[in-house]
Structure formats: C-alpha cells, structure tokens
C-alpha cells in the first residue's frame, strides 16, 4: 500500500467519524422530537455539514497524485477533516433534559461553528498548492474566498436574514462548484 492509500483511510476515518455524528445526532433528534423546538436553518445547516464531509472526501482524490508524503503534509491533509469534524460536533445540541430549542443553540454557537467552517475554508483554499498539485490563483479560488466571507459573516452577525441570505448562498455555491469543479473523481475544472 502507497502513501496515499494510507492517507486516505486516515482521512476517510475521520470524515467518517464526523458523518457518523451528523448521523446519530439526527437520529436522537427524531427520538425526542417531541422535545426538540425545530429552527429550519439549523436543519439546513446539518444537511450542509453532511453535503462538506462528502465534498471534502470527494476532493481528497487529487491528492492521489502528491508523490513526496512528509508528516508536515500528513499532518496539514488532516486538519481540514478535523476542522470539520469538530464543527459538526459544536453544530449539533447535547440531548440534555427538557426542550432542545435548535435556534438558540444555532445563534449561540453560530461564531465557533462559523469560523471553524472559515478556518476548514481557508485550509481548502491552500491545500492544493502548498501540496504542489495546482496554483493558488485559479478562478475557483474567488468562490472559495467569497464561501469564507460568508462564514465569517454568519460567525459576526447575530441577524436572522444574513444568515438566510448566506445559507442561501452557500448551497448555490456549492451546488455550482461541485458541478463545475468536482462532479467527476479526480476532475479539477476552472483552469487547472
């Protein structure tokens, strides 16, 4: 087994991880819905979440071509997984006694989640070229920025439709991205 292959069960188990939490939250949330206030952008939020772990697995494949591995760019592959891993887990309540209200522990939790999602952002941003496989300035890279301008909007603002507006957004992009960029394995698109 090669470097990559190594690194990409690595990476799938902590993807893995994340998604089984999205998962199980959901589930424990249909358990007690009785007791759960529902908030329609919370719920949007977890599809997301699931929608950027399947993404960031997804994208993993170019790095099948990195022939020089370090533990440096072991260890810098990981952190986007990580981040996200860890957003999920602020993104979803703890099943606590009493009423779940999602919209508060959305807009409490709103600037950790937020810029955890910022920071796995930037980290999509540079990865490919601090792992040599393509520049830093290619025309995908303004939709990556204007995706972390909006998670860093959604961390500040504490307003209801800014964070319509941006979850709005957000799904167009990512929707557009993954069709333009990443619908096929291994495909780059907008200039490579």
């Not at 929608?51 to 994208?59: A, C, F, N, T």
């Not at 303004?142 to 860093?152: K, P, R």
Request: net charge positive; glycine share 8%.
């Amino acid at each position: 087994m090669d470097a990559f292959n190594y690194l990409a069960v690595m990476v799938s188990m902590v993807l893995g991880l994340g998604l089984t939490q999205l998962f199980a939250g959901i589930g424990n949330m249909v358990q007690i819905r009785r007791r759960v206030k529902p908030y329609w952008l919370h719920y949007v939020w977890v599809v997301l979440a699931i929608g950027l772990h399947l993404q960031m697995w997804w994208s993993f494949w170019m790095m099948r071509v990195v022939q020089d591995w370090t533990y440096t760019g072991f260890a810098f592959v990981l952190l986007g997984p990580a981040l996200l891993v860890i957003a999920s887990h602020v993104l979803l309540p703890e099943m606590i006694d009493g009423t779940i209200d999602t919209e508060r522990h959305y807009y409490d939790t709103r600037g950790v989640f937020f810029c955890l999602l910022a920071a796995a952002g930037a980290w999509a941003l540079v990865l490919e070229a601090v792992m040599g496989l393509r520049s830093l300035l290619v025309p995908v890279r303004a939709v990556q920025l204007a995706g972390i301008g909006l998670m860093l909007l959604c961390a500040w603002s504490p307003n209801r439709r800014v964070h319509a507006v941006c979850t709005l957004l957000v799904i167009a992009m990512l929707i557009s991205t993954t069709l333009l960029t990443r619908y096929r394995l291994g495909q780059a698109g907008l200039v490579e």
